[in-house]
């Protein structure tokens, strides 16, 4: 069993930043790509950032120069430092993640965290 869980959502003005991070624990052998998600009400969802196990990421054209994303592979975390933050910002934050769990041969799961809630005001 693999559990993702999101943290560092919040309430912040516009032009601040906040920290999510996104913590995998459990049946994990490794983490191979996390993305990271937003919807707001009556908009899809979209992705924001994603990593892959290389470091190698990429980036939605909105949050491209303000956001970035990184991991920490000891600690199976992905953080999604946001900065110079826009209301248009606010939404449910998921993230998403390919993991190899198992404890024979390993084979890829998709897993999602509960989702965190940022609020930019103005």
């Known amino acids: 069993q693999v559990q993702l869980v999101e943290s560092g959502g919040g309430l912040v003005q516009a032009g601040g930043s906040l920290r999510l991070s996104c913590s995998a624990s459990?049946?994990?052998?490794?983490?191979?790509?996390v993305g990271w998600y937003r919807q707001a009400p009556g908009n899809q969802r979209e992705l924001v950032a994603a990593i892959a196990t290389g470091g190698s990421t990429n980036y939605g054209d909105s949050v491209k120069g303000r956001f970035t994303i990184s991991r920490d592979n000891g600690k199976n975390t992905v953080y999604l430092q946001m900065d110079s933050l826009k209301p248009e910002d606010t939404a449910v934050y998921s993230c998403?993640?390919?993991?190899?769990?198992?404890?024979?041969?390993?084979?890829?799961?998709?897993?999602w965290g509960q989702g965190t809630q940022v609020t930019v005001s103005s």
């Open positions: 459990g049946s994990i052998v490794s983490i191979v790509s």
């Open positions: 998403n993640a390919l993991i190899l769990v198992g404890s024979g041969i390993p084979i890829p799961k998709n897993y």
